[in-house]
């Protein structure tokens, strides 16, 4: 299976903790999103990498946030210092060529933080 | 900044019958496009439909059909024949293609479709 994958699927953490999500893309795709999606809503942008560089953050992702993509290659997100408020599903998404082209979704994680 | 608006929450339809799912937008920008996306439950988000809004003709996929009203800022999916497989958390979903947008999603609510036999 070539489609996007994510780590861990499900995560429970205690206020508090810290918590860091994987994805990795589809090889070839230069282009990698991250979403939050909280129940029965839309997801919502977070950060974008153009290969290895991050060239958006949305003011949703406080300074307890943190993207990486080394290499261009898979992405981690971290978040620290979990609050209740951080429980979501968390998508990740990637993209080849223009940015209006279509953008694969991957599992998502969900996390409660407890 | 754009806003994608859904105004149905929830919908239903008898399996072979025809839905329309309703979905509004606004953005400052002509260069645009608009997606339909579908997300089953417990599965991933795939994408349904895309529409260049540059281009007058409505985008067509299969059973899937669009609307596309620029003026008046409208963007309907049309489901004909339905399936049990349509149903789904449906979200309509725009881009602005220029500027520094990068390509960010902006999604509305979604609809939740169930499809009866």
């Known amino acids: 299976d070539t489609g996007v994958s994510q780590d861990p699927r499900h995560k429970i953490t205690k206020r508090g903790q810290n918590v860091t999500f994987r994805c990795d893309p589809i090889?070839?795709?230069?282009?990698l999103y991250w979403y939050r999606q909280t129940l029965g809503q839309g997801p919502e942008f977070l950060t974008y990498f153009q290969n290895e560089a991050q060239l958006e953050k949305s003011r949703l992702l406080s300074d307890r946030f943190s993207a990486e993509r080394p290499k261009g290659s898979f992405s981690t997100l971290e978040i620290q210092r979990t609050e209740q408020g951080d429980s979501a599903m968390y998508l990740c998404?990637?993209?080849?060529?223009?940015?209006?082209?279509?953008?694969?979704f991957g599992p998502g994680t969900r996390l409660t933080v407890l | 900044a754009q806003t994608v608006t859904q105004s149905q929450p929830e919908m239903s339809v008898q399996e072979a019958e025809t839905v329309t799912l309703s979905c509004t937008y606004d953005t400052s920008e002509n260069n645009y496009y608009l997606f339909w996306y579908k997300q089953p439950p417990s599965r991933q988000m795939i994408l349904v439909i895309r529409q260049e809004a540059y281009k007058q003709q409505n985008a067509t996929e299969n059973r899937f059909s669009v609307n596309f009203q620029k003026a008046a800022k409208s963007f309907s999916l049309k489901i004909s024949d339905s399936q049990l497989g349509d149903t789904a958390m449906y979200f309509c979903?725009?881009?602005?293609?220029?500027?520094?947008?990068?390509?960010?999603?902006?999604f509305g609510q979604g609809t939740i479709l169930t499809v009866h036999p």
């Open positions: 979903a725009s881009i602005n293609a220029g500027g520094t947008s990068y390509g960010k999603l902006t």
């Open positions: 998404a990637s993209s080849l060529g223009p940015t209006y082209n279509e953008q694969f």
């Open positions: 090889s070839e795709h230069n282009r």
